[in-house]
């Protein structure tokens, strides 16, 4: 690596909307963010497949004829 022109690597915090607090290292000190592992619905199990107005069915619907080539 090149001496100098690199960006200082150093200890950071992020803070996340629901209070979780993160410690790691990065180029910036401080970083908020809106959603995290303790809130994501993703990482909670909270996720739900919502098909709202049958949009599955009416993909199927509208590509069906050309799958039966």
């Known amino acids: 690596m090149k001496k100098d022109i690199h960006p200082k690597y150093e200890d950071a915090t992020i803070t ?8 790691t290292r990065s180029t910036k000190k401080e970083m908020t963010v809106n959603s995290c592992s303790a809130c994501h619905p993703y990482f909670t199990g ?3 497949m ?9 993909f199927k619907k509208r590509y069906a004829k050309f799958a039966k080539k």
């Open 46 to 48: 909270a996720k739900t």
């Open 16 to 23: 996340c909307a629901c209070g979780n607090v993160i410690h």
């Open 50 to 58: 919502v098909d709202t107005e049958g949009r599955v069915d009416s």
